[in-house]
């Protein structure tokens, strides 16, 4: 039985068994040289990214929100400030692709004002940058130590 079966598999690692390790490693370079969504859209600048700020994020934390209940909890319970179900709010995680806001308004536009849809997109972003950046063991940069 390997770690994945036994339950105790590493985010890393679960990132590693769908994506590439080289885009895995330059995934986490650019998150631990953001310590806030704005450094993250400067280091797609800098690093001439095409993606927006949910291309990016979404592959990243969908495996983990899958894979780690607490994750997904956590991520429930602090999305609910938003005013949707959890049940849109999950469907808005797992099976919206990766611009949801896009599907949410051609799926839900008549029930979730737009207003409502900016306000998911924003703390959804905020959400997934805070929790990978967690789940990963990331210190910024600007953050470490000196020695």
Known sequence: MDRRERG?????????????????????????????????????????FTCDREQFLFPLFRPLYEQFPKVQEATLAELESTGLSRELLHQYLTAMGNQPHVILALTHG????????????EETQRVMFEALRRQLGIVTVAEAPTT
């Open 110 to 121: 008549q029930q979730v004002p737009a207003d409502a849809r900016v306000r998911l997109m």
């Open 8 to 48: 105790n598999t590493s985010p890393r690692e679960i990132l590693e068994a769908l994506l590439p390790k080289s885009l895995v490693d330059e995934r986490v370079d650019v998150l631990t040289h953001a310590a806030t969504l704005e450094d993250l859209t400067r280091e797609f600048h800098a690093r001439d």
